[in-house]
């Protein structure tokens, strides 16, 4: 992207820009700064569940990087999830969007198998990318409002992968 990171940053951090980009979002809301809620609807091939995520952000370091954590329940299927994101400068200008994801999947959703699983998954995160492009491109603007957990709440959220 060709903006710098402080001018990535509220987009990346504003739960109403995630929720227009997240594809299957039904639902998000913030319940403190570092703890979100949310409804998604993914579709595997004939498995469609909706899952109900619990995610807290366990690191924050503006303008450079967050990390989070998340479960996400729905009837005969559930995940464990970290993720983390890096806002990279460019030298020539710009940011590069690092983003890395690990999952734990298990349920219905995974008899479908691993190809299908990693093609459904690929498509999802190139979505996410670019409806968020569309929506820093139109300079619809955004507000940071994610902070970190206190580290005590941090390491209660039992996510091990």
């Given at each position: 992207m060709e903006q710098s990171r402080e001018e990535l940053w509220p987009y990346f951090t504003d739960?109403?820009?995630?929720?227009?980009?997240?594809p299957g979002c039904k639902e998000m809301i913030l319940?403190?700064?570092?703890?979100?809620?949310?409804?998604?609807?993914?579709?595997?091939?004939?498995?469609?569940?909706?899952f109900d995520v619990d995610a807290v952000v366990t690191h924050i370091e503006y303008p450079e990087s967050l990390e989070l954590k998340a479960t996400g329940q729905a009837p005969r299927?559930?995940?464990?999830?970290?993720?983390s994101m890096e806002l990279?400068?460019?030298?020539?200008g710009g940011t590069t969007v690092a983003w890395e994801a690990n999952a734990d999947v298990s349920g219905t959703i995974v008899s479908l198998g691993g190809r299908a699983l990693k093609s459904v998954?690929?498509?999802l995160v190139k979505k996410y990318f670019?409806?968020?492009q569309a929506i820093v491109e139109a300079d619809e603007g955004a507000e940071s409002k994610l902070e970190a957990a206190?580290?005590?709440?941090?390491?209660?959220?039992?996510v091990e992968l």
């Open positions: 739960p109403d820009v995630l929720a227009q980009c997240a319940e403190s700064p570092h703890e979100i809620t949310a409804v998604l609807a993914v579709g595997v091939g004939s498995v469609k569940p909706e299927n559930e995940f464990e999830m970290t993720a990279l400068e460019r030298e020539g998954t690929n498509r670019s409806d968020m206190p580290e005590e709440k941090a390491k209660d959220i039992d």
